[in-house]
């Protein structure tokens, strides 16, 4: 191999090594929905039109009362689920992120000025949700208890 094509393979290495550092130190890319995008996907089977009485997109009436309470916590009562709206709107593998900027797009499209969470927000839904669900546990050991006295009983 004679020098100047060594010459010239150290150039193109370089180069190729200094792409690849600067793709490793590049963010990663936002590969999480976009709340109109989990809407279309999942939600607007039953907003669309306000199955089983669910609040209806864009209808500001049905939103009023909901806005009210609050991003942080109509977003967590809604991703653990209340009354007939299903835990995570049915969608297991749905991040939360993603269910909330669900839920801010619905509220902005039908009334309220809320925008895709931010940490501080993620952290309310968090804090909320959690309590929300310390409550359903509570009340399912309840009556589990309750059952277990009654079959103590039969015995
Ligand atoms: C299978 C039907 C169904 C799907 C799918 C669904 N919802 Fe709902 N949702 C409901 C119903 C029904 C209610 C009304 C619950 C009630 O008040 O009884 C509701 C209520 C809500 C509320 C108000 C909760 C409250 O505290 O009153 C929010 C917010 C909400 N849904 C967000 C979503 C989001 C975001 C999605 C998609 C990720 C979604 N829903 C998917 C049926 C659904």
Request: hydrophobic content about 40%; overall charge negative.
């Amino acid at each position: 191999m004679n020098t100047s094509l060594l010459a010239c393979l150290s150039i193109v290495l370089t180069g190729l090594l200094a792409q690849a550092s600067h793709a490793a130190e590049a963010a990663p890319p936002d590969t999480l929905k976009s709340g109109k995008q989990v809407y279309n996907e999942v939600c607007m089977a039953c907003h669309d039109t306000g199955v089983a009485h669910a609040p209806r997109f864009r209808n500001k009436a049905d939103w009023a009362p909901l806005i009210e309470e609050g991003q942080g916590i109509l977003t967590a009562h809604a991703w653990v689920g209340v009354r007939a709206m299903p835990a995570k709107g049915g969608k297991p593998e749905l991040r939360l992120v993603e269910f909330s900027r669900a839920v801010a797009y619905m509220a902005s499209q039908s009334g309220g000025d809320w925008e895709d969470p931010d940490a501080g927000m993620m952290k309310k839904i968090r804090h909320e949700a959690e309590e929300r669900l310390e409550k359903a546990i509570k009340e399912a050991q309840a009556m589990k208890q309750e059952l277990h006295r009654l079959n103590e009983e039969d015995d």
